[in-house]
């Protein structure tokens, strides 16, 4: 599979319930990943999940946002085509008028440097 890289321009976000469910994404999320909009809203956020992603590093993003902080870091997703692609992630958590819990996610492309590191320290995960 090929890697897709993100332009400069491209800024992905998306919003999920507490479940993880995927309830907003914008064009760039849709453009990159290969799903349209219809296709996301409404599925899981892990329909891009790429297998390579260690579990431990879900586990501390989870458990970090569940904690009501914000966390960043780096994610290899993978798009509809196979294809994948890094970016670096900040993930915060929202609550709306009525006090339910989601989580918005705004994503950037990665740098080579950062990719490097995260595929370093990825590898040392279980």
Request: proline letters at 3%; glycine letters at 6%.
């Amino acid at each position: 599979m090929a890697e897709i890289e993100l332009k400069e321009t491209h800024f992905l976000v998306s919003q999920t319930d507490e479940k993880g469910v995927i309830t907003f994404a914008n064009e760039d999320f849709s453009a990159v990943c290969g799903y349209s909009l219809e296709e996301l809203v409404g599925k899981p956020h892990n329909i891009v999940r790429h297998p390579d992603m260690p579990k431990a590093a879900f586990k501390q993003l989870w458990d970090t946002i569940k904690s009501g902080k914000t966390w960043t870091g780096l994610v290899k997703n993978r798009a509809k085509s196979g294809d994948f692609y890094w970016v670096y992630a900040t993930i915060m958590v929202s609550k709306n008028h009525e006090g339910e819990t989601s989580y918005l996610s705004a994503r950037k492309r990665a740098t080579p440097e950062e990719i490097a590191e995260a595929e370093a320290l990825y590898r040392t995960m279980v």
